[in-house]
């Protein structure tokens, strides 16, 4: 898989207040059909997003045309509920980079790493913080450095450091998926090979 080299972001935020976020609610199932990852995201939140009649929801904040960052700061228990990938792959196909929130249900925080998605866990009052500088300030732009680990409000915040896997870690920032990270290490692996079993 093709995938962008993660290392330091900088957006502005999209606020998702609502706590315990099933991954039902972020793809419902009746859109799981595809076994491509693409197309997801015109249906992600579909139900919160569209009327029953296919009209948009003006009151969403995924349709306010103003909303146009990176980053999704979503309540408490973000990806709870089933393991269905497809609900990483709709938050990629609509275009987050960055999911903050102070929990995220375990199953999904992999998939999100495993699609080159960055989960960042904050403490509640962190997450509080966050909420209250968007409402301040609707354009409020956040640094997610992944190479030294903090998210930073913009501009001069003070640093939020987050803890992450350091495979992982090392996948998001070279665009890797597990098979890349195997082959990356052919030429190590080579020269294991040809000391342990010479001629």
């Known amino acids: 898989m093709n995938r962008k080299e993660f290392k330091r972001m900088v957006s502005a935020m999209v606020p998702l207040p609502a706590e315990n976020v099933d991954t039902d609610q972020i793809i419902p199932a009746r859109f799981l059909k595809s076994t491509t990852r693409t197309g997801f995201g015109e249906n992600l939140f579909r139900d919160w997003r569209y009327d029953a009649e296919g009209n948009p929801r003006k009151d969403f904040i995924l349709n306010d045309?103003?909303?146009?960052?990176?980053?999704?700061?979503?309540?408490?228990?973000?990806?709870?509920?089933?393991?269905?990938?497809?609900?990483?792959?709709?938050?990629?196909?609509?275009?987050?980079?960055?999911?903050?929130?102070?929990f995220f249900g375990d199953i999904f925080k992999n998939n999100a790493l495993n699609n080159g998605i960055l989960?960042?866990?904050?403490?509640?009052?962190?997450?509080?913080?966050?909420?209250g500088e968007i409402a301040r300030d609707p354009g409020v732009e956040l640094a997610a450095d992944l190479e030294h680990q903090f998210i930073q409000v913009?501009?001069?915040?003070?640093?939020?450091?987050?803890?992450?896997?350091?495979y992982k870690k090392s996948c998001l920032i070279n665009g890797y998926d597990d098979l890349d990270y195997l082959l990356s290490l052919r030429p190590e692996i080579g020269r294991f090979e040809a000391a342990r079993y010479p001629g």
């Open 154 to 166: 913009l501009p001069g915040g003070d640093q939020q450091p987050f803890d992450i896997n350091p």
């Open 65 to 102: 045309p103003s909303r146009t960052g990176k980053i999704l700061v979503a309540g408490k228990n973000f990806g709870c509920g089933s393991s269905r990938e497809h609900a990483a792959w709709a938050i990629a196909d609509y275009g987050f980079a960055v999911l903050i929130s102070s």
């Open 119 to 131: 989960p960042i866990q904050v403490p509640d009052a962190y997450l509080r913080f966050l909420f």
